[in-house]
């Protein structure tokens, strides 16, 4: 979506290295932020989201900051692994509600063994 | 396990035929699906938001006419590419909100791989 953008196209890790992945939005109203994983060929998959009304949301390996100031977004994933090799996107609402996504463009995460 | 099904998982047709394309919540109950397009190596454009019980409503840009959705039930949805070409290939997914009400997760199906010939 033109809301959403992401600051790198690509991020290359060494496996056990932890990963940040970045995401810019536009859409001062947005108020609910969720960042979802696509692994090839598959429909995107939930990692973790976080509302306005926080700035950090840790969950299993991963956490997500969120800098309203400068309407910066960030996925921190701790001891990356192999399978977390996928396209990351972080999504923004765009309605009333938190039902319509705007997608970024998406950050390609590889992951060296 | 998924929550959201899709079918079929890829389709192939002849331009000029009519796909059907079925999205389905498992095992909760969905008013409202949306309906996702993406091209290769590009991101997720909503394309419209099915809505139980009254009629689709659509981004901009996208056809209502071409692009016909029927939310027949409240674990169903469908999209319904009509008169396909080429340029209609694509990875169609859909996504439906689960969970209480005010925090509802967006989950999204499996995807559909569309190829127009």
């Known amino acids: 979506g033109e809301n959403v953008g992401l600051h790198l196209p690509t991020l290359s890790v060494q496996e056990g290295d932890n990963s940040i992945i970045n995401c810019a939005y536009s859409?001062?109203?947005?108020?609910?932020f969720i960042w979802y994983k696509q692994e090839s060929g598959k429909g995107p998959q939930f990692i973790i989201d976080?509302?306005?009304?926080?700035d950090k949301r840790q969950g299993q390996r991963v956490t997500v900051l969120l800098n309203k100031t400068v309407k910066h977004l960030s996925l921190q994933i701790a001891a990356t692994q192999p399978g977390d090799s996928a396209v990351y996107f972080c999504?923004?609402?765009?309605?009333?509600?938190?039902?319509?996504?705007?997608f970024g463009a998406g950050t390609t995460v590889t992951v060296r063994a | 396990g998924a929550v959201v099904s899709q079918h079929p998982s890829w389709v192939i047709c002849k331009s000029g035929t009519s796909v059907k394309i079925e999205c389905r919540s498992l095992?909760?109950?969905?008013?409202?699906m949306f309906w996702y397009r993406q091209f290769p190596k590009q991101s997720l454009m909503l394309m419209a938001t099915?809505?139980?019980?009254?009629?689709?409503?659509?981004e901009q840009g996208v056809e209502k006419d071409k692009f016909l959705i029927n939310h027949a039930s409240l674990t169903l949805s469908t999209l319904t590419v009509t008169s396909a070409h080429p340029e209609d290939s694509s990875f169609y997914i859909c996504?439906?909100?689960?969970?209480?009400?005010?925090?509802?997760?967006?989950?999204f199906g499996p995807g559909t791989r569309l190829l127009v010939l």
């Open positions: 859409n001062s109203a947005s108020d609910y």
């Open positions: 999504a923004e609402n765009i309605g009333s509600n938190d039902y319509k996504l705007s």
């Open positions: 099915s809505n139980e019980g009254s009629k689709a409503t659509y």
């Open positions: 976080i509302r306005s009304n926080m």
């Open positions: 095992d909760f109950q969905a008013t409202t």
């Open positions: 996504s439906a909100p689960r969970g209480l009400v005010g925090q509802e997760t967006q989950y």
